[in-house]
């Protein structure tokens, strides 16, 4: 392999699923899948298949439906984990299996209360297993930075014996400094000559903000695979995000030298995918994919810009696909093969009963807007991919809004057995009438977590985008709803998010259930 590229381990599906709140489908992971392949990663981690039968499904369809990337299963390094993960990306033309088990002491001695000796053989063991499976295995040293680098190096060289193909070395909490990192995986290389012979990796949490930073300090190491994911989504602060760390070596390529297969112009879409699956906003200053990141707001950089794009913009909005999309324009008179026509542009697929499902709405909004934006499609054919997995629907809602008197809301939905529900709530305000309005109609105690509401694009008539986060019975799960009106807008992501928590509580008992049955009794 060209000594100057580097593999591009994307961990949206794993990692950034791990967030709190996120809760993906296996349409929505698919959906997602199929556009990080657009993007050019070498790799998707695809989940954790031994985590629920949810995500067992979703890495197999991953597996099964997405060509081109090697797609990842994670696993802990015990046997039934292993055999999950190896079922789960059998269908892959590029099944890795992902294997881990910490090196430091204190998770050894808190977390896995076990001792060195049997993290050594335990983690000789997962790699060997996994080897029976497939011949692309990955080894991870959790929590390798707060390890002791010798016992590390001897868990490493176990690893690459019995056939790791990939070693990764996580910064775990984020606690590493770029260079102390780069020293950690130099002295690695001293202490296993042979970890010349596979690929190391690198993969940083961002909780000092410093991913970004140790990632580029572990490929000036000699690592040439970084573990990322679109928008620094993951574990608590999230993990090194992938456009800012491809949009590095891609702007500094004369001085680094280095490459990676990423499109960069799929960026800007991906990161507005996933935003919108997981109802995980990117913050408005967020480099590369921000709102504001290729804004300029002072006249003396606005004069310079205009001049000469240069004077204050390291990157062109186009080469991360920002402005991409901007040429598409539709109206109220275009038919059903323009928009066709459109999506297809955009890298959306529509035929069918979807295609009809989608050009109803599209006419919907095309009369209350004049101008329906390529930006505005993408929220509405992302927003229609959703239907066909909720479980409640919003069939009506009357709002009374007043400054005299509080407002109050009437609502219909329509539950999974067909039949229309109504209820009605005196709230603070319209937005918490009409949601308790809707807990009113399906007699459910839905906590609402967060709420959001943005405009797609600008202008009076833009359509208004809602993401909810809401909470039943310890589930939480988020939902997201477009329209022009944004009473609607809400009311549409609060039912979505309601349908998505319900599934995983039904799926949460049913996994109680099974967990009773195979118990045996005492
Ligand atoms: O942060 C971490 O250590 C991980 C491992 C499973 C690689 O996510
Ligand atoms: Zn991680």
């Given at each position: 392999m060209d000594h100057n590229r580097v593999i591009i381990f994307d961990t949206t599906l794993r990692d950034g699923e791990q967030s709190p709140g996120i809760s993906l489908n296996t349409a929505e992971k698919l959906e997602i899948a199929h556009q990080l392949a657009r993007l050019g990663v070498d790799v998707i981690e695809a989940g954790f298949p031994i985590a629920s039968p949810g995500d067992f499904e979703a890495v197999r369809a991953i597996a099964r439906e997405v060509h081109g990337p090697v797609i990842a299963g994670l696993a802990r390094a015990h046997a039934a984990d292993i055999e999950r993960a190896a079922e789960a990306v059998r269908a892959s033309e590029r099944p890795r299996i992902h294997t881990f088990i910490s090196t430091s002491d204190i998770h050894i001695v808190h977390q896995l209360q076990s001792t060195r000796e049997d993290v050594l053989g335990q983690a000789r063991a997962a790699v060997a297993h996994a080897k029976s499976f497939v011949d692309d295995v990955e080894f991870s040293p959790m929590d390798a930075t707060r390890a002791d680098v010798e016992f590390t190096a001897e868990v490493v060289a176990a690893a690459v014996e019995e056939g790791a193909t990939t070693v990764n070395i996580p910064d775990t909490v984020g606690y590493a400094m770029p260079d102390e990192y780069a020293a950690f995986l130099r002295r690695l290389y001293d202490l296993v000559p042979a970890l010349r012979d596979v690929v190391l990796s690198v993969h940083c949490h961002d909780d000092l903000g410093l991913a970004v930073a140790n990632s580029f300090a572990g490929v000036q190491a000699g690592a040439r695979q970084v573990e990322c994911a679109i928008n620094g989504i993951g574990e608590r602060a999230g993990n090194a995000s992938l456009e800012e760390f491809?949009?590095?070596?891609?702007?500094?390529?004369?001085?680094?030298?280095?490459?990676?297969?990423?499109q960069t112009r799929?960026?800007?879409?991906?990161?507005?995918?996933?935003?919108?699956?997981?109802?995980?906003?990117?913050?408005?200053?967020?480099?590369?994919?921000?709102?504001?990141?290729?804004?300029?707001?002072?006249?003396?950089?606005?004069?310079?810009?205009?001049k000469e794009r240069s004077t204050y913009e390291i990157m062109d909005a186009a080469s991360v696909g920002v402005d991409d999309v901007s040429s598409i324009v539709l109206g109220k008179h275009s038919g059903r093969h323009a928009l066709r026509s459109a999506l297809e542009e955009l890298g959306f697929t529509l035929s069918g009963q979807a295609l009809n499902t989608a050009f109803k709405r599209f006419k919907e909004i095309a009369d209350k807007k004049k101008h329906v934006t390529a930006m505005d499609l993408e929220a509405l054919v992302t927003d229609e991919l959703r239907e066909e997995v909720a479980t409640y629907g919003l069939e009506w809602f009357d709002v009374e809004a007043s400054s005299r008197r509080p407002p109050h809301a009437t609502v219909a939905i329509r539950t999974p057995d067909g039949e229309v529900v109504r209820g009605n709530f005196t709230g603070d305000g319209p937005v918490d009438a009409i949601f308790r309005a809707i807990n009113t109609a399906v007699r459910r105690e839905a906590r609402l977590r967060e709420f959001r509401i943005d405009a797609v694009t600008g202008g009076q008539d833009a359509l208004?985008?809602?993401?909810?986060?809401?909470?039943?019975?310890?589930?939480?799960?988020?939902?997201?709803?477009?329209?022009?009106?944004?009473?609607?807008?809400?009311?549409?992501?609060?039912?979505?998010?309601?349908?998505?928590?319900?599934?995983?509580?039904?799926?949460?008992?049913?996994?109680?259930?099974?967990?009773?049955?195979?118990t045996p009794a005492p």
């Open positions: 491809v949009m590095l070596l891609h702007t500094r390529a004369d001085d680094v030298e280095l490459a990676t297969g990423v799929e960026i800007a879409r991906t990161s507005r995918l996933v935003s919108r699956l997981t109802g995980y906003p990117v913050q408005p200053n967020k480099a590369v994919v921000g709102r504001n990141a290729f804004a300029h707001e002072s006249g003396i950089h606005q004069d310079g810009v205009l208004g985008e809602a993401s909810v986060i809401l909470e039943i019975a310890g589930q939480s799960a988020a939902g997201q709803g477009v329209s022009t009106d944004i009473i609607e807008a809400a009311a549409l992501a609060y039912v979505r998010a309601l349908s998505n928590a319900e599934r995983k509580v039904a799926l949460a008992a049913s996994e109680a259930e099974e967990e009773r049955e195979l």
